[in-house]
């Protein structure tokens, strides 16, 4: 490293084909990009499934998990370089600064999504049978022996 210039986190880089590519421009087979989509599939699970996530809310998932590989990849950089401390300067690492604002940024993204879960909105009785046998608003359509079949008066044998 030539003395007076700024570590080399990579992360300058990383943001361009992030910004450029999206997440398309992180290598999908390693374990470090897997579990990042896995968060964010857990992320987007959390807040009511896909179909209820609005435009906004994805956009704010997609920040949060952008910030996220930010901070992951400058994690894995401090940690390669040992020391959290300028010695001669008698500093932290001006990195370790730039981690933290990203971290911050993170927490606010996720309490704008909200911390709770949600539980997917629950389909009407009516609306499920009308969808899954194919029925109308006027006509009664039953599922295959329904314990109403049961109850009709039908034939009997004798």
Do not use: F
Request: glycine fraction near 6%; charge should be positive.
């Amino acid at each position: 490293m030539r003395p007076h210039s700024k570590p080399r986190t990579g992360l300058n880089a990383l943001k361009a084909r992030v910004k450029v590519r999206g997440l398309q421009a992180i290598d999908r087979r390693t374990a470090a990009a897997q579990a990042l989509l896995g968060w964010r599939k857990d992320l987007v699970e959390d807040l009511g499934g896909e179909t209820a996530v609005s435009a906004q809310q994805t956009a704010l998932v997609e920040a949060a998990v952008r910030t996220r590989l930010y901070v992951d990849s400058l994690d894995a950089w401090i940690l390669e370089h040992g020391s959290l401390v300028n010695a001669r300067r008698r500093c932290v690492h001006p990195v370790v600064r730039e981690r933290q604002q990203l971290v911050d940024s993170l927490a606010r993204l996720l309490s704008l999504l909200g911390l709770e879960r949600r539980q997917p909105k629950a389909v009407d009785l009516t609306a499920y049978i009308r969808e899954r046998y194919g029925g109308t608003e006027g006509s009664r359509a039953q599922p295959p022996d329904s314990p109403e079949d049961a109850t009709r008066p039908g034939p009997t044998r004798s």
